[in-house]
């Protein structure tokens, strides 16, 4: 990567984090104080909210498992992140809930920018280089990306993904399998990387076939090893599973089907929202919106990608469905960075006041879900 690439995306990433918290500026001046499930709780918030802002609702959890180790309820969590903050904070001789909150903030945003370098180089590998800015652009911009600069997985997550499909694409499978192990111990739907990695492992032939293999399989052993941990602690390996109705009641521990979700929001959901509150309203159209928008993008990217990065999108989008809701979506869509690259493909050659029009409502949608996220308010 040219020095003047990284500055760029070193700018775009500072400007990010300056203009989130502007957001939370803004929001503490203007939006009501939700106080349900505020990072560090009520009186830390009030304390310190330039720092507990950014650990509310899941970020809550991941910090108790920092702490306190796994409890009941608790495995939907995968342990990655909070096993690096822990190991972190006790080099650091501290154990203090700020320290070990702002530990794993400065994980979260080292991670991003980590990932932005990944996914710029992944892009540059096909596309031109204003497309992979674009990419960039989009990724900073669109209305959840706030959850990168918080105490949750995404911005991890993001980063092994794509530096796993970068040493895949440059030939280095052990490299990319050991990340995308990483990555399964991280977020459940790293196991989109194996049939993605088969994919790209097939392009070569039988060349390096050893590595391939050996990269391959070393992508479920995360997931394998966890579950061979909740195996001994709970006698259920797969607990992880039985949890998931704790965290929404539109969630089912049963697999559903992705028509059905469908269903069930345009014909039960939507019809039966509240409207009085704005809030709640904003939050189940973001859903909607983004389920929909990313399903057509998914569909559109078998013909217009590379093949790995298209199967990784379709199973990395269908995984959190499965649960028969879209809530927490807009979260989880963040992280299927192929949509980013496809859509900057897509509205590259675009009239400039297209994608000005793009940007801003991604822009103040982004404004709105990052002010409500650090008042307390459920976004995803």
């Not at 803004?26 to 009030?46: C, D, E, S, V, W």
């Not at 180089?121 to 652009?137: G, N, Q």
């Not at 492992?201 to 394998?224: E, H, N, R, Y």
């Not at 093949?307 to 809530?327: D, E, H, K, N, R």
Request: with cysteine.
């Amino acid at each position: 990567m040219k020095k003047n690439d990284f500055y760029f995306l070193l700018k775009l990433f500072v400007g990010w984090r300056l203009i989130l918290f502007f957001f939370l500026f803004l929001a503490i001046r203007t939006i009501p104080l939700q106080q349900n499930f505020l990072g560090g709780r009520m009186a830390n918030y009030l304390a310190n909210p330039w720092l507990w802002a950014w650990v509310n609702f899941d970020g809550e959890h991941y910090l108790a498992i920092a702490r306190e180790g796994y409890r009941a309820l608790t495995y939907f969590f995968f342990p990655v992140y909070p096993m690096i903050v822990k190991a972190l904070a006790i080099v650091g001789g501290f154990g203090r809930p700020d320290f070990l909150a702002t530990v794993g903030l400065l994980i979260s945003n080292i991670s991003f920018l980590i990932g932005l370098v990944g996914l710029y180089k992944l892009a540059r590998l096909d596309y031109s280089e204003k497309s992979a800015k674009l990419t960039i652009l989009l990724l900073l911009l669109f209305p959840t990306s706030f959850f990168f600069g918080s105490f949750y997985t995404e911005s991890l997550f993001l980063a092994l993904s794509v530096w796993s499909f970068y040493f895949a694409r440059r030939g280095n499978y052990l490299v990319a399998g050991i990340l995308g192990g990483v990555s399964t111990a991280t977020r459940i739907v790293g196991l989109a990387l194996i049939p993605a990695l088969v994919l790209e492992a097939s392009k070569t032939g039988k060349k390096d076939i050893l590595q391939k293999t050996v990269g391959i399989l070393l992508v479920p052993l995360g997931l394998l090893i966890y579950m061979y941990y909740l195996k001994l602690a709970t006698g259920n390996p797969f607990e992880f599973l039985s949890t998931i109705t704790v965290f929404g009641e539109q969630r089912s521990s049963e697999i559903v089907l992705l028509p059905q979700v469908f269903f069930r929001y345009f014909f039960k959901i939507l019809p039966n929202l509240n409207y009085s509150s704005w809030p709640s309203v904003f939050t189940t159209f973001l859903e909607i919106a983004t389920a929909t928008v990313f399903f057509v993008l998914a569909i559109i990217s078998f013909l217009k990608i590379r093949l790995s990065y298209a199967v990784y999108f379709l199973i990395a989008y269908l995984i959190p469905t499965f649960s028969g809701s879209f809530s927490s979506f807009p979260r989880y869509a963040v992280i299927l960075f192929p949509a980013f690259i496809l859509g900057a493909s897509l509205i590259n050659s675009r009239p400039k006041i297209l994608r000005g029009l793009i940007s801003i409502i991604l822009f103040i949608t982004l404004a709105i879900a990052c002010m409500l996220f650090v008042r307390g308010y459920w976004i995803s």
